[in-house]
């Protein structure tokens, strides 16, 4: 009782002589503070949407311009040809208000901030113009064209300096809508190598009578909506791909991060959570200041920025027919979950974040705890990996009152979620089990340990390895790369650790003790938590995955072949691919589409006709090896292609999802669009971008390579790659399929994988 009155800021009595009023000092200085914390953070987003606004000039460029009029005015020049003389005239508030010559100043000031506002919106409208061109992209490898060579001349003057994260927002292009032709073109080339004569004829009188019938129809209102959103992919992909999905999350829709392979700064889970739980709150301040850089390409051009606005402070919430992202705006916590308990840790104390030194206190007392969960508490979380009408029943009967309301609260509005695992993992090079553990670890845990609705859950294991599980539906895997590289490599080279393993600097304050959440669950809801616990059982059981830790050559010698690297991973996997399973099949890349405002992906098509005539040349022994490298190379130049094609918004992939969009609100069925969004991709790869910061430098700290991570199969009878390029000599890639199916095996196709590079290294070896 005696924590439960401190926790109030005033209490009062009545008596016989009156109100006895007891202030609670410490409580409403803790009001206090946590006013003045929002309101700064309030201060702090409009003075970066004003800088923003003003962008590519700067705030103070107002000044100087209204300075230059107001010296020309007072010189007896009129530099605006009359206009102040007319704003004089027809504002009479200002004669009646202002003297004769602080009128005069007053027009001055008004001309000056119509004539900066004019100004700044000709310089955004001239960069957005400016980054419709793609011709860059285009230019043969190694030679500049002059037209390109101008371009980014003029994009890096009208640029700016110093921007802020979300700087250059206003000046993205939008997301441009393809012709029906040109999809409908593309799609027939890349359905060819997959289908039979007789297959394709049928197919391609199909695809035309769609594309001379239905599709004109669909185009007109897909081109209103392009006219009318921001970016007329990104909400519809949001939606219907990810929240109206009705089977487990778990697995089949989140992806997970792992460790640096190659550096273990401390086995101590308590100070590797305090170090790396630091990094991630400094990240989450810069990213709420924008002071992160804005990622640009070829260090000109800028990517879109809006997934980062979601990383913090997010989670899924299940529904019925749909879920929906809930945001907040902040949060002064995070929870933590250990043996089967909840805990609400703070992580500011009077006025600042707590120091790494004081976190490890704080998560030392967690793991020293040593109360036992409640009934059903420990399996409570598998509510979030199992099918989401049963959570969103669950969670409507069970957790809309009482203890339940308030500890789910708490878990949903929380800044993300930290789970310490009782069991030790690692990276051993000489033993391949212990990577394919880790990868099992965090893609899934043990179904429970996680919650898979928040934006990303930290895994700290027991011995101080960590890694991560991120739901996906409000971001895709390059924004939790970079908030990953940030902080392991602060973790790393910032931070460090004493020489018995824990963190460094003495704490300056005892920092406020983790509050166990409490919760009701009585035994319905014990039956549906069970109830999901073996739903996601039998998911997670079902998965086959092995991380293949590839050191054989990396992104160095593929650069000697003059190939791109993602071009020529790419073109290896069809090759193990069609060895594995003797055929080829519909193969899915993911590019990113951040060159336009709100985009997010779009699907590359790796299986083509030249690559399917390289990989029939590799195993065809009256081939020479120049004919095999000529394969290659008009493979992965086609390949190029392509990509540049989804970058730029050329692909047709999201042109075809939102015509069936389209054509469902209409209530009208096509055939063809029913064919085509039902093709199961049997081979679903993503590359795993790295070194999105200046902060990782691996020439000097190679040692400080990431494994990477993956993701679940597409497929029920497919894998799912995910490669990252790691270094100069690495690769890892994180393979996946189901155990129940007959066809594939995690581990046979990465064997395939290994014998399709080292082949294709012999071509050029060989030469």
């Keep these: 009782m005696a924590e439960a009155h401190s926790a109030v800021a005033f209490s009062f009595t009545v008596t016989h002589e009156g109100v006895d009023v007891n202030l609670n000092h410490e409580a409403l200085k803790a009001v206090w503070q946590s006013g003045v914390r929002s309101w700064k953070k309030r201060l702090g987003r409009a003075k970066n949407k004003f800088k923003n606004g003003a962008y590519p000039a700067s705030p103070i460029s107002l000044l100087f311009v209204a300075t230059m009029v107001l010296a020309l005015r007072l010189g007896g020049v009129d530099p605006s040809f009359g206009i102040i003389d007319g704003i004089e005239t027809y504002t009479p508030m200002l004669s009646k208000v202002f003297s004769e010559n602080l009128a005069t100043y007053a027009s001055c000031i008004i001309y000056s901030t119509i004539l900066w506002f004019s100004i700044i919106q000709l310089l955004k409208y001239t960069l957005k113009l400016l980054l419709t061109y793609h011709g860059w992209m285009f230019d043969e490898r190694g030679k500049i064209s002059l037209k390109t060579k101008l371009w980014v001349a003029l994009v890096r003057v009208l640029g700016g300096r110093k921007p802020l994260l979300m700087s250059y927002q206003a000046s993205l292009p939008k997301l441009p809508l393809p012709s029906v032709d040109d999809t409908i073109k593309k799609y027939l080339l890349s359905v060819r190598p997959l289908l039979n004569v007789e297959d394709y004829e049928r197919m391609e009188k199909m695809a035309n009578e769609f594309k001379d019938g239905l599709a004109r129809k669909l185009q007109r209102y897909l081109l209103l909506k392009s006219w009318w959103s921001t970016n007329y992919v990104s909400d519809w992909w949001e939606e219907y791909v990810y929240l109206r ?14 460790d640096a392979v190659l550096v273990h700064p401390t086995k101590i889970p308590a100070a590797r959570a305090g170090n790396i739980v630091y990094c991630m709150l400094q990240y989450r301040r810069e990213l709420d200041r924008e002071e992160l850089n804005p990622l640009l390409l070829n260090k000109t051009v800028p990517l879109c920025s809006a997934q980062y606005e979601r990383q913090f402070n997010t989670t899924r919430v299940p529904g019925i ?10 949060s002064k916590h995070i929870v933590v979950y250990h043996r089967g308990r909840y805990f609400k840790v703070f992580i500011h104390f009077k006025g600042r974040l707590l120091k790494p030194c004081e976190l490890e206190r704080t998560f030392q007392k967690i793991l020293d705890d040593p109360s036992n969960p409640v009934e059903g508490e420990e399996r409570l979380a598998s509510l979030t990996a199992g099918e989401r009408i049963h959570w969103a029943v669950t969670r409507k009967d069970f957790f809309n009152t009482g203890k339940n309301k308030t500890s789910l609260d708490t878990i949903e509005k929380a800044a993300f979620f930290l789970t310490f695992d009782d069991e030790p993992q690692d990276f051993d090079i000489n033993d391949q089990s212990s990577f394919d553990r880790f990868g099992h670890c965090m893609i899934h845990g043990k179904g429970y340990d996680r919650w898979f609705d928040k934006s990303f859950s930290l895994v700290v294991t027991s011995n101080g390895r960590i890694g991560f599980n991120a739901e996906h539906s409000w971001a895709d895997a390059p924004i939790m790369a970079h908030l990953w590289e940030y902080s392991v490599t602060d973790d790393h080279q910032l931070l460090g650790y004493t020489p018995d393993g824990h963190t460094l600097g003495e704490p300056e304050v005892i920092p406020p003790n983790p509050v166990r959440l409490e919760w009701e669950l009585h035994g319905p809801c014990i039956k549906a938590i069970e109830s999901s616990y073996q739903v996601a059982k039998k998911l997670l059981d079902d998965v086959d995955l092995r991380i293949l830790f590839f050191n054989n050559y990396g992104k160095g010698f593929m650069k000697k072949c003059k190939t791109s690297p993602d071009a020529y991973i790419q073109m290896a996997l069809q090759l193990a691919y069609y060895r594995d399973a003797g055929n080829f099949c519909f193969t899915y890349e993911s590019s990113m589409t951040r060159l336009f405002r709100e985009g997010r992906t779009e699907t590359v098509r790796p299986c083509t006709l030249e690559s399917c005539e390289f990989v029939r040349a590799m195993d065809d022994m009256t081939k020479t090896n120049a004919e095999r490298i000529a394969a290659l190379t008009k493979a992965a130049d086609r390949h190029q292609m392509a990509y540049r094609d989804s970058m730029t918004g050329a692909g047709l992939d999201r042109h075809l999802f939102c015509l069936y969009v389209v054509s469902k609100y209409i209530r009208t069925d096509s055939p063809f669009l029913s064919h085509v969004l039902n093709e199961p991709w049997r081979l ?7 070194q999105q910061t200046d902060k990782l ?26 490669y990252i390029i790691a270094g100069e000599d690495v690769i890892f890639f994180h393979v996946t399929c189901k155990k129940s199916c007959t066809t594939t095996d995690a581990s046979r196709f990465s064997n395939h994988i290994v014998i399709a590079l080292s082949d294709i290294k012999a071509l050029f070896n060989k030469k």
């Design 245 to 258: 999905g009705r089977s487990p999350i778990m697995v089949n829709s989140n992806f997970y991060g792992v």
């Design 321 to 330: 027919e749909t879920d929906q992202i809930v945001h907040y705006k902040d």
């Design 684 to 690: 679903s790869t993503s590359q795993t971008p790295h």
């Design 697 to 722: 430098d691996l020439i000097k700290h190679p040692e400080h390579i990431s494994g990477g991570g993956g993701f679940g199969p597409v497929a029920d009878d497919g894998y799912g790659v995910s």
